[in-house]
């Protein structure tokens, strides 16, 4: 049974960082993208970063130039590293991880980013 382990997330100040992980637990055949959403309360599910087996990342324009996502392929990991945070980023962050035919969602970890 294939699960993704999130970890990472926390309470942290405006301005601050934090480095979100996400592994693979079981085989996933023919990984393609990998990435980050988002969830805050009211709010839709939001594309946070992706990164495709081969190809550019993607980024939302709200957290360009502070936050990178990195993946490990080896290990079936992805990252999220998060620089200057601010309170606006607070959020459910899940994995998404997508095969060539299912989409795995990891079960999310609260950031919060305190003003």
């Known amino acids: 049974q294939v699960q993704l382990v999130e970890s990472g997330g926390g309470l942290v100040q405006a301005g601050g960082s934090l480095r979100l992980s996400c592994v693979v637990s079981?085989?996933?055949?023919?990984?393609?993208?990998m990435g980050w959403y988002r969830q805050a309360p009211g709010r839709q599910r939001e594309l946070v970063a992706s990164?495709?087996?081969?190809?550019?990342?993607n980024y939302a324009d709200s957290v360009k130039g502070r936050f990178t996502v990195s993946r490990d392929n080896a290990k079936n990991a992805v990252y999220l590293q998060m620089n200057s945070l601010k309170p606006e980023d607070t959020a459910v962050y899940y994995c998404?991880?997508?095969?060539?035919?299912?989409?795995?969602w990891g079960q999310g970890t609260q950031v919060t980013v305190s003003s």
């Open positions: 998404n991880v997508a095969s060539a035919f299912y989409n795995y």
């Open positions: 990164i495709p087996s081969g190809g550019s990342t």
């Open positions: 079981g085989s996933i055949f023919s990984i393609n993208n």
